[in-house]
């Protein structure tokens, strides 16, 4: 198999509205490249397009744990746990993020959108 080759093909369906079949094209590239950062990040990404939550989460943990400085992965993993309505672990993960990239208006939002659900804390 040529992963390039499928990972752009994967990209192509990401990016046309079809995460579903992405993910599917992903997850043997990830098997055979598990150290892979980018396709780690879209096969999340596909995961989270597609309400796939505890996949998308699970894959987010693993980017988070490699690579704690990854504001992105923070992001998407804090919008992750919010959409399966675990504020409190959320707002963890989007403060990070907006420690990290505070210049970023989409973290930003995300961030008092669930302080509000929380209550602040």
């Known amino acids: 198999m040529d992963l390039l080759a ?3 093909r994967a990209t192509l369906f990401f990016e046309a509205g079809d995460p579903s079949s992405a993910a599917r094209l992903l997850e043997p590239i990830i098997e055979a490249e598990p150290d892979n950062a980018s396709v780690r990040q879209l096969l999340a990404r596909a995961y989270f397009q597609s309400a796939q939550l505890n996949r998308a989460e699970e894959q987010l943990r693993e980017l988070v744990d490699r690579n704690p ?3 992105y992965a923070h992001h998407v993993l804090g919008r992750t746990l919010e959409r399966l309505n675990r504020y409190t672990d959320a707002l963890r993960h989007l403060r990070i993020a907006a420690a990290m990239h505070s210049s970023n208006d ?10 509000t659900r929380v209550g602040g804390r």
């Open 69 to 71: 400085s990854d504001h």
């Open 6 to 8: 499928e990972y752009r």
């Open 106 to 115: 989409d973290y930003t939002t995300a961030l008092r959108r669930v302080e």
